[in-house]
């Protein structure tokens, strides 16, 4: 009996140290980690005049179960070309702003430590500080970079195997003043023409042909064929860099980069007034177009229903004649 | 009996005070936010304008929620989009940061995957880019796995087309949507794939509006030849997301 409860106890002994054992060997092996980042906020926008020591903040979060070791990289941008606000990364020979000494003057600061690193707890949100030092003097321009978090990775392994690296950003548009007065003109605007139904798709292309960068505020205001007012499309305050053309989608719809009137049923001439402002001072913008709506497939169904009636109608009273 | 109990009721009172009085030392002021909700302060507009054309007029609201603008000596910041009043971060998870191909043999394609998430509830839009630091590599020797051209020996990081053949050999990728339609749309086939870029260009794998839980799935194809030298082969692929502007 005795025997037994010890041979019991040996047993479950060996079980214990061979869980261990096993579970510690599985833990080396596991290398299938999850990364997740979050920013705040997505952009910064800076107006400036000099001399300024520019201080905003920058959340980052670090939402994985394991620390991270970010790497911060400053990287000058421009506009894609896609119109819809994509970036493209600047390379090294192209031309960032006025002032070649300007990424000396673009800092991190974590606390009072100027940094390049920056690790992050898991599940820690941590305060930093972007500071830029304008120097008294400095020429008028405009400075658009991204501030990139990129997580740090340890490629060594006995397989093979690709490491895949975490990077999240927030972009920052610095304008070094004074500033003039915006310029700009509408490159597009559009509508069909002839629509059976709504919504209307309108088409607002703006151009920038400022130095710096715009905030433009507009509306579509519509009006039916007796001048009143049926419907106000506000479109969405993009910001469109300095010399280039941005598409403006409305505040409703910001997928399809169109400023759609929700409006389904369509009938009769209408005029779409663009009034557009490219800042607080102006100048603003005003633009007619005109397009009809007409629901022919409404139209040819009352048609045929009427038709039918007509037939039905005569040959009753034909019926009640003979 | 009863006593007891009018007795315990007495107790309960002061201990239920106390307790409520003590335990409010832990109470702190947080934004109270998850993916779903969020609680803001108010609007305090810094400045207002009214440009005005000889028919029309629109009016100008300066400044935005307050805790994104900020005031200094010859500057001013504003902190996050005018028009999307919300301090939710800007997200991006990667599920799987080691994607382990095993012990490769001669062609017996190997595939793999993780999934991309991005949650936007602060930016208009958004991409995703990528970009290899260099191809497959043995450190040691330099032996490299090279980047796919595909079946026809066209794809480029920029072009997709079909990686179907046991005989093809190199390292590429292909990305398909989980949610929402933000993969690029090179990958019209389930066939196709593509190189990654080389550093430090990169290429844009997924981008889309804003919107929650927006996944995409990239699959990771490699395949090698009789000839290929044996070696644990590595390389670093890089996601970066950035909100658009």
Redesign the interface.
Known sequence: MKLKKILNMKLALFITIFCLFSSILNLSKT???????????????????????????I?I?N??EESTNLKIIIKPFK?KGTE????S?LFKDDEFGADPLMMQRIKIFDEDKKIDSVIVAPMQEKKLKLEID?PKGETPSDY?F?V?F??N?N?????????????????V?LSVGPKEKPKGEIIEYSVPFFLQKGPAPFNVKLKNESDFFI?P???IIIKNVFGQTIGRIDL????I?AHSTRTIPS?EN??DLLANWNESFLLGPYTA?L???L????????RNIYFIGFPIEIVIGLIIVVVIIVFITRKLRKKLKN | MQLCSVKHKTLLLPVAFLFLVFSTHFVFAETMTNDWYILQMGNFNM???K???P????S?T?GQISP?L?I????????????IYT??????????????????TPANPVTRT?TL?VNNQ????Y?VTSN?NHQ?LVPATGAL?PDTTCDDGLCTSSNATAWTSSLTYG?GYRCDDLSDTDCVTDFTDSSFYKPFSAS?S?T?VM?G??GVGKESQVT?K?NISATQPA???????????????
């Open positions: 290398n299938a980690s999850t990364i997740k980042l979050g920013i705040y906020p997505p952009i910064i926008q800076i107006d400036a005049t000099p001399p300024a020591k520019v201080s905003s903040d959340f979060q939402q994985s506009p819809n606000g994509e970036l990364f304008i658009y991204s990139i990129v997580s990775t490629a060594l392994s006995e397989q093979s195997l690709s490491q895949a690296a975490a990077g999240i950003a927030t972009n548009l905030t505020k507009g509306a969405l305050p993009v910001n860099l505040t910001s997928k007034t009034i557009i402002a800042s607080e001072e102006g100048p603003l913008f005003k | 400045s207002s304008g440009p005005t054309g028919d029309y007029s629109v100008f300066a994104g900020y200094g000596a010859n500057y001013k910041v504003r902190s996050g989009f005018q028009y301090l939710v971060p800007f997200y991006f998870s990667i599920s799987q940061t080691s994607i382990d191909f095993g012990t490769l993780n998430t602060s930016a208009g839009g991409t290899e497959l796995i390292f430090p990169a844009v981008s509006a804003t990771y490699v070696g644990a082969y590595s390389n670093i692929i890089t996601y970066i997301a950035m909100p658009t502007f």
